[in-house]
C-alpha cells in the first residue's frame, strides 16, 4: 500500500471549513483513498473513501486531484467536537485481509 | 446492534501473567482484526481474520495468539505479558463490499503491563 504524509497538526475555528491534506504520490491506480479520523480514547472512525471521483456524504467531502497525488478532506463546518486525530490511508480495495495501514495523521484541533 | 464490542476496558497486568482480551461484533461481518496504539502514535496490525476458522499475521504479532472459531468471536491472547504489551487494544470489524469496505472499531481496551 501507497505511503501517505499529512502534516502534524491544524487548527480551525469553529464554524469555518477545516481542510485537511494529504500527499500520496506513489499511490498505484487501483488503490483507494480513505479517511479516519480517532476522538480522544476512542477508536478510529470511518469518514470517507474515493478512487479519483470527488466524494460527498453527510459528515465530509473528499477532494482527490485528477493526477491522484494528492487529496484533500473538507469539514465544511467545523464543530468542537471534530476535534480529533485524522488519518490518510490508500489502499487497495481488495487486498488480502482488508485491513488499514495508519500513519500519524494530522491532529485537528478546533477552537471557539 | 451494539456493534464491535470488547472487553474489558481496562486491565493490570503482571510480567509473565496471560490474559485474553475479547471481541465479539453482531453484524456478521466477514472481517475481523486486532490493532494495538501505543502513545502518540497510530495503529499498528496485529493479528486478522477473513473468516471463522482463518487467520492471519499482521505487522506485529509477536507475543500473542489468535482465534476464530465462529463469526462473531476475535479473541487476542497474551501468554506471557511484557511491559512492551502495555498500549490500547483496538478490535474492528467490516464486510467485504464491492464498492469499498469501512471498518467498525471497537472502543478499546487500555492495558498497562507492570
Known amino acids: 500500500d501507497a505511503k501517505t504524509t499529512q502534516p502534524t497538526s491544524m487548527d480551525c475555528a469553529e464554524g469555518r471549513a477545516a481542510n485537511l491534506p494529504c500527499n500520496h504520490s506513489?499511490?498505484?491506480?487501483?488503490?483507494?483513498v480513505y479517511w479516519y479520523r480517532q476522538i480522544h480514547s476512542q477508536g478510529p472512525q470511518y469518514i470517507i473513501h474515493?478512487?479519483?471521483n470527488n466524494e460527498t456524504n453527510e459528515m465530509a467531502s473528499l477532494i482527490i486531484t485528477e493526477d491522484r497525488k494528492s487529496s484533500t478532506l473538507i469539514l465544511p463546518h467545523a464543530t468542537l467536537r471534530d476535534t480529533a486525530v485524522y488519518y490518510c490511508?490508500?489502499?487497495?480495495?481488495?487486498?488480502?485481509?482488508?485491513?488499514?495501514?495508519f500513519g500519524g495523521g494530522t491532529r485537528l484541533m478546533v477552537k471557539p | 446492534n451494539a456493534g464491535v464490542t470488547q472487553t474489558p476496558k481496562f486491565q493490570v497486568l503482571k510480567t509473565g501473567q496471560s490474559m485474553t482480551l475479547q471481541c465479539a461484533q453482531d453484524?456478521?461481518?466477514?472481517?475481523m482484526s486486532w490493532y494495538r496504539q501505543d502513545p502518540g502514535m497510530g495503529l499498528r496490525l496485529i493479528h486478522y481474520s477473513v473468516g471463522a476458522g482463518i487467520t492471519d499475521q499482521g505487522e506485529v504479532p509477536n507475543g500473542y495468539n489468535v482465534s476464530r472459531s465462529t463469526t462473531e468471536d476475535f479473541p487476542l491472547r497474551l501468554l506471557s505479558a511484557a511491559p512492551s504489551q502495555t498500549s490500547v487494544y483496538f478490535c474492528?470489524?467490516?464486510?467485504?463490499?464491492?464498492?469499498?469496505?469501512?471498518?467498525?472499531f471497537g472502543p478499546g481496551t487500555r492495558l498497562l503491563v507492570l
Open positions: 474492528a470489524s467490516s464486510y467485504r463490499l464491492a464498492g469499498g469496505e469501512t471498518q467498525y
Open positions: 490511508i490508500v489502499r487497495v480495495k481488495d487486498n488480502a485481509g482488508n485491513m488499514l495501514t
Open positions: 474515493g478512487l479519483k
Open positions: 453484524m456478521n461481518h466477514e472481517y
Open positions: 506513489t499511490i498505484s491506480g487501483n488503490e483507494y
